[in-house]
């Protein structure tokens, strides 16, 4: 069974928690439209919403490495809705791939559109007028 990985966040390439997909095969990238980023300061959470395309890079990865994963984005198999992320799988150019959802309250979080989210700048960096204040 082939899984895959589609990441939005620190896991991708040149940020902070790159180093768990380094031995993983890289598919490339796409842009979901089923996906919005809540920028949450350290990293982004992802909610499932209709949005105008979040970039996102797409990984083939085994099981040991989905483990970890679910361990770094606090994704508790037994009981999905008790962690910090849920995980389900959406379509991509590539496949089904895995996708982290945010769990806790994204109230007064900047909402990204479109685009993707970088480390400390909080903005979406393709269509700045994207962002918007939110109250979910």
Known sequence: MTIRVA??????KGLSNAHYLEHAHYL???CLTDIVLYDLGPWPGARLEASLGID????????????????LEDYDAIEPRNG???????ETRF???WVYLYLLPVEGRPRICSGGWLPGEGRDHRNMNDMEETTI
Request: aromatic fraction near 8%; avoid cysteine; proline fraction near 0%.
């Open 7 to 12: 990441v939005y966040g620190t896991l991708k």
């Open 28 to 30: 490339g990238t796409d």
């Open 56 to 71: 996102v890079e797409v990984y083939e990865i085994d099981t040991n490495q989905l483990q970890q994963l679910d361990e």
């Open 84 to 90: 910090m992320y849920d995980r389900i799988q959406i």
């Open 95 to 97: 496949g089904l791939a």
